[in-house]
């Protein structure tokens, strides 16, 4: 018994793993995955119900990578301010600062990156 449920558990990551490969890495359009899974056997139904699922994983990941965009992007931006900031007061009576340009335009790029994502 759980040898043959370990083969479908199998089989049902296959036709996943197909799924997404056509979705994903080939930009395969809902239908003609809908299409590729029906002409495996898959009934209407349940190939529209896998198509649903890895859409619901893929925007899952897509707004979990946009948030860890926006939050390294807004350390990075602040952490060059702050570099910034404490060079420039440190310099105050006379003397050398650094401009953390970098570090802020970097991080805010990032920042936007990760919004425009959402």
Same mark, same amino acid.
């Given at each position: 018994?759980?040898?043959?449920?370990?083969?479908?558990?199998?089989?049902?990551?296959?036709?996943?793993?197909?799924?997404?490969? &056509? &979705?994903?890495?080939?930009?395969?359009?809902?239908?003609?995955?809908?299409?590729?899974? !029906?002409?495996?056997?898959?009934?209407?139904?349940?190939?529209?119900? /896998? !198509?649903?699922?890895?859409?619901?994983?893929?925007?899952? +990941?897509?707004?979990?990578?946009?948030?860890?965009?926006?939050?390294?992007?807004?350390?990075?931006?602040?952490?060059?301010?702050?570099?910034? +900031?404490?060079?420039?007061?440190?310099?105050?009576?006379?003397?050398?600062? !650094?401009?953390?340009?970098?570090? /802020? !335009?970097?991080?805010?790029?990032?920042?936007?990156?990760?919004?425009?994502? &959402?």
């Amino acid at each position: 018994m759980s040898g043959e449920h370990n083969e479908q558990e199998k089989y049902v990551q296959q036709i996943y793993n197909y799924a997404a490969d &056509l &979705l994903i890495k080939q930009k395969q359009s809902r239908e003609t995955v809908i299409q590729a899974l !029906v002409s495996r056997g898959i009934d209407h139904g349940p190939a529209s119900t /896998i !198509v649903d699922n890895i859409e619901k994983q893929k925007k899952v +990941a897509v707004n979990e990578r946009a948030r860890k965009d926006m939050i390294y992007g807004a350390l990075w931006c602040v952490g060059g301010i702050i570099v910034t +900031a404490a060079t420039y007061s440190a310099a105050s009576g006379g003397g050398r600062y !650094v401009i953390a340009w970098g570090a /802020i !335009v970097f991080g805010a790029i990032q920042f936007f990156k990760g919004v425009a994502k &959402l």
